[in-house]
């Protein structure tokens, strides 16, 4: 590549219009990214932002408009192409080979050979460089999919960095991260663009953008609608120029009216598939209608597990499960569906979403059986289509094609709209639910949050699991704190703070009742 | 995103004609590289040229049609139809295990044991007693049930051990075949005409055979004793891949099917016994592959080879080519099955008629299956294609 940088701007990229069948999920976009800065893209969920970024990374080609480096002309075919002009990208969902080590995976495609033979131990010392260059803590010899997410997303960036890449997209990054993983992450960013790299950062969290991001770029249903300098603009405007209107980042509410118990859990354990010590260890809690209670605590302490326990995903070792005073401990998952619990899971893409089946498929999945969406074992079709119709209507689930969309196509935000409507709109006494706002956007958050609120007041109790500390003190009327695999702690979010709360998810505090159980045993 | 784009309605648009057009894609390149494959043949043979290659190529192409005269024609036709019964009702096994997320590589082994529960019933109940046609329903409906068991041994491996059912499959197929032979060796339903000592009895001998409704007499050559094989087992081949079809889409049986194929977990999470759900997707599969055997040992005219403790039957393997090309769509299964059998006549008939021989059309198949691997591609191309030209009608606007 040439050395004369005649131009302000590493890459532009100007009038770009990629349509998809049913959608143009960029319409004449013009992007600029400032050499050094971070720039930051916001948009609604399903406003086209992977799609643009894809478009740099080589994987689709746009219908119209052109792409710039260093002020010329190039052509982007696909990823090696973007790769030999230094871009590089994580994406939405990792993509890294599980049964691989990181350094393998770091080095895949650009391993260093000899004769044909691989020279790893260059390339570790290499890794191993890098990774205290920016601090990026990893070990090179674990397995992918031993290690944490967090691990995972710097194995991705070392993987750019080890390619010399000196544009770097991430896309929504830090959905999967915890609170803590965050900050490390925005300053191992702060540093990247301190030695000169170019970073393109899409988030959804505001907080994120005000903190790292030099300018940011909002995108609104496939259209570009402006750029402005971070030091000049307020989480306000921001929001207002993405979804048009303001929205509002405290959910109001009144105090909880609890009534009696949906939920019990007893004594319950859950044996670890890796060690001999219970992930769930001897846990206890109640849910009433008409509040919501949230276990709070720094993801890998048996949240999921748990989850997991009370929804029948995973197998109880000990202790009981209650719903709506009726044992369920050893019940089908069909039962439990059916008998009052909605679920919106972690994994939308493991648990929640057949993704090669069509939206409106995927709307019926807990319900196909229903007297209404069947009869005599045939599937009514336009039932579940006028069903599906509605909630999409109802929840602004957006995509290309409406109902009959495949699942896979939609956009991740839009994904768990669906999701969100599928468990929202089936009959429930209790609503679990994980990290329900996890890459949905401003507008949406607050839009479920309002929902959430809404059904506890309507007499559903809910079980809120967030590794959000904001959502976990917006929403809950009491908080647990999980700290490995036992509650440690019950708090009042009105008399709590997060500090405190902070303390308890490290393990520096517990209450004495959490203890006082376990010595029942 | 947002706005709506409206153009002219394009089949093209619709995944099902898609995916047909992406067969019938591969079809033609199977046929132009099977083409160049005769010239070049052609090329290193003194006794065969260019004009030769073209001749031979459309003898392929013209499959039963290049039999000659009327009847020959008819005659081929007729065991063509019939010899696509097992074929499509493999390819069906493999298709339904595809679309439900397993490969059946185990179809030989539940063709064989179907073949045995066929066999032995249509030969042990006297049609003295019962009438035939109870009998030729009781022999399938056995044969169908041996194959489902069978089937459903690597179905239970798969959904409650987690082990890969392609390995179960493999050690079931040769395990059947060992059993179909020791079953049969030194039985009673060994033929004991001298020279047919390696068949068992033609289930006619008691009487049993399928129904022709004079399918064999018109669908035969002028001289009495080349009657073609025609019964009407293609066409309950045909109306049960209708019905599979129907299942597959219709059905909230096929919904959970599809849906445990798809994605495993998904369905556990929506209170689908996903464990079961395989286990029945295979026994599904079993059934459909032994009903295949069945039909074809009860046209009453089948010496069926007892001793295959070496060998498996290739049309238990073939399930896979027609299920590939079909892009396992139940429907595209039926004219699958039978155009490969259409090539495979046209193959032979080169071969009987020119200096060719007959593994020209199995090449010639085997290339179209290749090309049928990139239908997935060629789909893709098409809506890249479309999308594209959305766009410029609306800018046209
Ligand atoms: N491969 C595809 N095929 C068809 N449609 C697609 C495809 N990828 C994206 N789309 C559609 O394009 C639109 C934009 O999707 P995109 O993934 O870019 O959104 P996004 O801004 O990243 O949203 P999110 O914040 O939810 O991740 C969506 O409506 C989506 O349904
Ligand atoms: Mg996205």
Redesign the pocket.
């Known amino acids: 590549m040439g050395d004369i940088k005649n131009s302000e701007y590493v890459i532009e990229m100007r009038n770009i219009t990629k349509v998809?069948?049913g959608?143009i999920?960029n319409d004449d976009i013009t992007l600029k990214l400032k050499r050094g800065e971070i720039h930051a893209l916001l948009?609604?969920?399903?406003?086209?932002?992977?799609?643009?970024m894809s478009v740099l990374f080589g994987l689709y080609q746009p219908e119209k408009g052109e792409i710039l480096k260093d002020g010329e002309v190039i052509k982007i075919n696909n990823p090696n192409d973007a790769n030999k002009y230094g871009i590089g990208m994580v994406h939405?969902h990792f993509k890294l080979v599980d049964v691989f080590s990181v350094l393998d995976n770091i080095i895949l495609g650009v391993e260093p050979t000899r004769f044909g033979f691989l020279t790893k131990k260059e390339a570790r010392k290499r890794v191993l460089e890098l990774s205290k260059e920016y601090g990026l803590n990893v070990d090179p010899d674990a397995m992918v999919e031993n290690i944490t997410v967090g691990m995972q997303q710097r194995t991705e960036i070392l993987k750019m960095l080890y390619r010399n890449n000196e544009i770097l997209i991430f896309d929504?990054p830090t959905a999967v991260l915890t609170p803590q993983e965050i900050d490390e992450l925005m300053e191992i960013m702060r540093g990247l663009a301190k030695e000169g790299k170019s970073i393109l950062f899409?988030t959804?969290k505001l907080n994120e953008i005000m903190a790292v991001a030099d300018r940011c770029s909002v995108?609104r249903k496939?259209k570009y609608i402006g750029t402005v300098d971070i030091k000049d603009t307020t989480k306000e405007e921001l929001s207002n120029m993405m979804v048009g209107r303001d929205v509002k980042f405290v959910v109001d509410k009144e105090d909880a009216k609890p009534e009696d118990v949906v939920l019990e859990v007893k004594k319950l354990c859950v044996k670890s598939h890796t060690h001999k010590k219970n992930v769930v260890n001897n846990v206890s809690f109640k849910v009433r209608r008409g509040e919501i209670v949230s276990i709070a605590g720094i993801d890998g302490n048996g949240q999921s597990e748990l989850v997991h326990a009370i929804t029948g995903l995973e197998r109880i070792d000990s202790g009981t499960v209650e719903l709506v005073g009726d044992d369920v401990t050893h019940k089908s998952i069909r039962y439990k569906n059916t008998h009052g619990m909605s679920h919106v899971p972690e994994d939308r893409h493991k648990h929640g979403l057949v993704l090669d089946y069509s939206l409106e498929q995927n709307i019926v999945l807990q319900r196909y059986f229903d007297k209404e969406f069947q009869s005599h074992g045939f599937i009514k079709f336009d039932a579940v289509r006028k069903y599906a119709e509605d909630l999409i209507e109802q929840y602004d689930v957006?995509?290309?094609q409406g109902p009959v969309?495949m699942a896979r196509?939609?956009?991740?935000?839009?994904q768990q709209k669906a999701i969100i409507a599928r468990e929202f709109d089936r009959e429930h006494d209790l609503l679990i639910a994980v990290q329900p706002t996890r890459?949905l956007?401003v507008g949406a958050i607050e839009y479920i949050h309002k929902q959430i609120v809404k059904s506890r007041d309507n007499g559903v109790g809910v079980l809120l699991v967030s590794f959000e500390l904001d959502e976990v003190m917006n929403l809950a009327d009491r908080i647990l704190v999980m700290y490995e695999g036992e509650i440690v702690g019950e708090l009042d979010p009105k008399k709590t703070n997060a500090q405190e709360i902070g303390l308890y998810m490290a393990g520096a505090i517990k209450n004495n009742k959490a203890e006082g159980d376990k010595t029942n045993e | 995103?947002s706005k709506k784009t409206t153009p002219k309605k394009n089949i093209f648009d619709n995944a099902g004609a898609r995916s047909a057009f992406a067969s019938l894609i591969a079809i033609l390149g199977g046929f132009l590289v099977g083409f160049i494959v005769l010239v070049l043949l052609a090329l290193f043979n003194e006794n065969i040229d260019f004009f030769d290659a073209v001749d031979g190529f459309f003898r392929i192409l013209a499959g039963p049609f290049s039999a000659g005269n009327k009847d020959n024609i008819l005659f081929q036709l007729g065991n063509m139809l019939f010899n696509s019964t097992p074929l499509l009702l493999t390819g069906l096994s493999v298709a339904i295990a595809f679309k439900t997320g397993l490969f059946n590589i185990g179809a030989p082994g539940q063709y064989l044991m179907g073949a045995m529960g066929t066999l032995i019933v249509a030969h042990s109940i006297p049609t003295t007693v019962v009438p035939p046609a109870i009998v030729w329903i009781i022999a399938l409906l056995t044969g169908i049930l041996c194959g489902a068991i069978w089937g459903a041994i690597p179905g239970f491996f798969k959904g409650v051990l987690g082990v890969n059912e392609v390995i179960v499959c493999i050690m079931t197929n040769w395990i059947a075949a060992n059993i179909v032979s020791w079953v049969f060796k030194d039985s009673v339903f060994i033929n004991v005409a001298e020279t047919k000592m390696n068949f068992i009895k033609k289930t006619s001998a008691n009487g049993v055979s399928t129904a022709t409704f004079g399918l064999d007499k018109f669908f035969s050559g002028s001289s009495q004793y080349s009657r073609s094989y025609m019964d009407i087992s293609i066409f309950i081949a045909i109306i049960i891949a209708i019905v599979i079809f129907i299942i597959l889409n219709k059905t909230t049986f096929g919904y959970e099917l599809k849906a445990c194929g798809y994605n495993k977990n998904a369905s556990k999470y929506a209170g689908m016994n996903e464990k079961r759900n395989i286990i029945l997707s295979m026994a599904i599969a079993g059934g459909l592959a032994a009903c295949g055997a069945a039909l074809w040992v009860l046209n009453g005219n089948q010496d069926f080879k007892w001793e295959v403790y070496q060998s498996l039957p290739s049309d238990g393997f073939n399930g896979i080519p027609v299920a590939l090309l079909a892009n396992s769509n139940p429907i595209g299964v039926v004219f699958s099955s039978i155009f490969l059998r259409y090539i495979n006549v046209g193959g032979s008939n080169l071969a009987a008629q020119t200096d060719f021989n007959e593994y020209v059309s199995q090449l010639i198949i085997a290339i179209i299956i290749y090309f049928a691997g990139f239908s997935r591609y060629i789909q893709e191309a098409m809506i890249r294609l479309r999308a594209g030209r959305k766009n410029k009608e609306k800018e046209g606007k």
């Open positions: 998809f069948p959608i999920a948009g609604e969920n399903g406003a086209g932002k992977s799609t643009l939405q929504e899409i959804h995108l496939g957006r995509s290309g969309t196509s939609m956009s991740g935000g839009n890459g956007d | 995103m």
